[in-house]
C-alpha cells in the first residue's frame, strides 16, 4: 500500500527536489495542489502529480489541470489517482484535463486512458524560443527602430497603487492570463524591468506581465489589452519586452510564449509563423 501525501510549504523540503525547482515555486499558491505517493512508513516519493484549479472562487465550473504526472510505480500510480479523485472532489472539480509530453509519454497516456480519461495528439500552447529567434522575427525587425510610444512603458516605473487598479480591472472582465491568483501577486513577483504596459488617459489599458522561473526561463503570465487598441498596443509591448530583454539577458534565454487567449494567439501568429508547440497528449475526464 502506498500513502498519498500532500504536498506543501511544510514539507517541501522533503518533495521539492522530486517535483522539480520550477514546479516548486508554486507549492502554497491558492490554485495550486501537488501530491506524492510514497510506501506507508517511507517519505520516498515514487509517483507524483501537480495540478492547478480553474475558476475555484468563481460561479463557473471548478476544473482542474493536470500539468505534471511522474510516475515510478503503476500500483502507486493508482492509488495516486484514487488519492487526486478524493481531493478534486473536495474542491467541487467537475471536469479534469490532463496534458502528458508525446516524449517518453505513450505509458502514460495509456495508464490515464485506463483511468478514464480520452486522450488525443495535440500540441502545447505554450512555445519556447530562444531571445535571438524572437529578435529576429520580420516583424520585430520592422519595428526596430520604430520609436515606442511614451504610453508603454517598464512594468518598474509604474506605482503599487496603479498596478493595483489595473490588474482589478483586468480580474474584474474576468482576464487573469495564466494567473488564476492575479489579484494576490505583488509586483515584484514579476520580472518587472522587462514586463511592460500600455496606459492611456492615466489608465492602464494593456499588461504584458512575465516571471522569471527559478529554472531561467522568462514565462509569460498576462498578455492582454484592457479595450479595442490591441492590434497597435500589442507589438509595441512586444517591441518593449524584446529591447528590455536584449538588455538584460543572453540571447540564449529562453521566452516562453503560452497562447493562453485569443489576444496571444494572435500575437503569437504574427511573430513565429512557423512556432507550434510541442507534442502532446490530452485529453479529460468527468469527475
Known amino acids: 500500500m502506498y500513502q498519498i501525501i500532500d504536498v506543501n510549504e511544510d514539507n517541501l523540503d522533503v518533495y521539492g527536489s522530486f517535483l522539480g525547482e520550477d514546479l516548486s515555486e508554486n507549492i502554497g499558491r491558492s490554485y495550486y495542489r501537488a501530491v506524492v505517493a ?8 515514487v509517483s507524483g502529480m501537480v495540478w ?82 524572437l529578435s529576429k522575427m520580420p ?45 494576490e501577486l505583488g509586483l515584484l513577483w514579476f520580472e518587472d524591468d522587462v514586463s511592460c504596459v500600455s496606459v492611456k488617459d492615466d489608465k492602464i489599458n494593456g499588461f504584458f506581465l512575465f516571471h522569471r522561473r527559478p529554472s531561467g526561463v522568462i514565462a509569460v503570465q498576462l498578455l492582454v489589452c484592457l479595450d479595442t487598441s490591441f492590434k497597435t498596443t500589442l507589438p509595441f509591448m512586444m517591441r518593449q519586452f524584446i529591447n528590455a530583454m536584449e538588455e538584460k539577458y543572453d540571447p540564449d534565454t529562453l521566452v516562453e510564449l503560452d497562447r493562453h487567449n485569443e489576444q496571444a494567439l494572435l500575437l503569437a501568429e504574427k511573430l513565429l509563423p512557423r512556432g507550434f508547440g510541442i507534442p502532446v497528449y490530452a485529453g479529460g475526464r468527468e469527475e
Not at 140 to 158: A, C, H, R, T, V
Request: glycine share 6%.
Open 38 to 45: 510514497a510506501e506507508d512508513g517511507s517519505e520516498n516519493a
Open 52 to 133: 492547478m484549479l480553474k475558476n475555484l472562487d468563481e460561479d463557473a465550473d471548478t476544473e482542474s489541470n493536470i500539468i505534471w504526472i511522474r510516475c515510478e510505480d503503476k500500483e502507486a500510480f493508482s492509488d495516486m489517482m484514487q488519492g487526486y479523485s478524493e481531493r478534486a472532489k473536495s474542491d467541487g472539480v467537475v471536469r479534469s484535463c490532463a496534458f502528458v509530453p508525446v516524449k517518453n509519454g505513450k505509458e502514460m497516456k495509456a495508464m490515464l486512458m485506463e483511468q478514464g480519461f480520452k486522450m488525443r495528439l495535440t500540441e502545447s500552447n505554450a512555445v519556447v524560443v530562444k531571445l535571438s529567434e
Open 139 to 183: 516583424h520585430m525587425q520592422k519595428m526596430k527602430d520604430m520609436k515606442i510610444p511614451e504610453s508603454i512603458m517598464p512594468l518598474n516605473q509604474l506605482t503599487m497603487r496603479s498596478f493595483r487598479k489595473g490588474i482589478a480591472k483586468s480580474v474584474g472582465l474576468g482576464k487573469k492570463g495564466l494567473c488564476e491568483d492575479l489579484e
